[in-house]
C-alpha cells in the first residue's frame, strides 16, 4: 500500500497530493504568493509561532471561562477568551516536531496522532494570513497554493528531515551548519540542543536516536554535519530561495 501511496504522489505535482495516515510523521510546507516574504519584522514571526502553540498546546478552558465570567476583566480581553474557547484545539491529534521560520515560506514536521492535519494547516494558514493582511493593509492570497506535505515513511528519513529543516536558516545566510546560534529566523532547533525547553515542541521522537553522553553521537554533531541529500530528496520542497 505504501508503495502505491508513493507512485501517486511522484506521479503528481510535487507534494501537492496528500495521503493522510494517522500515526505518522509529515513535512509541510508553504512559501508567500509569487515568493514574496510573509515574515517582514519579528512580530509576524512571534504571532506565527504563537498560533502553532495554541493549536497544538492544551487548551485551558477552565482559565478562560473564568475570563468570561469575570467582572474585573476589560471586554477585549473577555472577546479574546471567547476567540480562543471557540478556536478549535489539536492537542492529542497533532505534535509539532520541528520549524523553522525563513522570511518567505516555513517549514514544520509534524506527527499526526488522529485525523486533523488537513484543517489544522487550513485554519492556521487563513488565521495568519488574515493577521498579515490586517497588519499590512493589504488584500487578497498570501500563500503560493495550498500548503505542501509529503509522509515521511522511513526512520532514517525522520532524521535527516529534521536535520533539512534546522539546516534551512543557516543556508540561506550562506553559513555552516555550525554557525546557528543568534540568527533572526526562528527554528527549533534551540530546543533539540539544550539551549531551551519549548513544551509544545516535541524533539523525542528524534532525539531518542542520538546518544547525550558521546559528542561524536549527539544530535548536534549530527545536525552540523553534511547532509546526505539522497535520504531527504522525496521530502524536500520545490520552492525557490
Known amino acids: 500500500m505504501l508503495k502505491i501511496v508513493l507512485l501517486l504522489l511522484s506521479m503528481a505535482a510535487k507534494n501537492s497530493v496528500k495521503t493522510y495516515v494517522e500515526n505518522a510523521f509529515y513535512h509541510v510546507y508553504n512559501q508567500g504568493v509569487e515568493q514574496r516574504n510573509i515574515f517582514l519584522d519579528q512580530q509576524d514571526y512571534s504571532v506565527f509561532l504563537s498560533y ?23 471586554s477585549k480581553e473577555k472577546d479574546r477568551a471567547l476567540k480562543l474557547l471557540k478556536l478549535r484545539n489539536y492537542h492529542g491529534a497533532l505534535q509539532l516536531c520541528c520549524y523553522a521560520l525563513l522570511p518567505n515560506h516555513f517549514h514544520l514536521l509534524l506527527l499526526q496522532i488522529k485525523m486533523g492535519l488537513n484543517e489544522f494547516m487550513n485554519s492556521l494558514g487563513t488565521r495568519y494570513a488574515m493577521y498579515f493582511n490586517r497588519k499590512y493593509r493589504r488584500k ?102
Open 52 to 74: 502553532l502553540q495554541t493549536y497544538v498546546s492544551p487548551k485551558d478552558t477552565t482559565s478562560l471561562y473564568s475570563i468570561i465570567s469575570s467582572l474585573d476583566v476589560s
Open 140 to 241: 487578497g492570497v498570501l500563500f503560493q497554493d495550498v500548503y505542501k506535505a509529503v509522509l515521511v515513511y522511513s526512520d532514517e528519513q525522520l532524521l535527516h528531515i529534521s536535520r533539512y529543516i534546522h539546516q534551512n536558516p543557516t543556508e540561506w545566510l550562506n553559513l555552516p551548519p555550525n554557525h546557528w546560534r543568534n540568527l533572526p529566523y526562528p527554528s527549533s532547533l534551540p530546543d533539540y540542543l539544550g539551549e531551551r525547553r519549548t513544551i509544545w515542541v516535541t524533539s523525542k521522537y528524534v532525539l531518542d536516536y542520538f546518544s547525550k553522553t558521546n559528542p561524536q553521537l549527539s544530535y548536534e554533531s549530527f545536525v552540523t554535519g553534511t547532509t546526505d541529500n539522497n535520504l531527504v530528496n522525496e521530502l524536500t520542497i520545490d520552492l525557490e530561495n
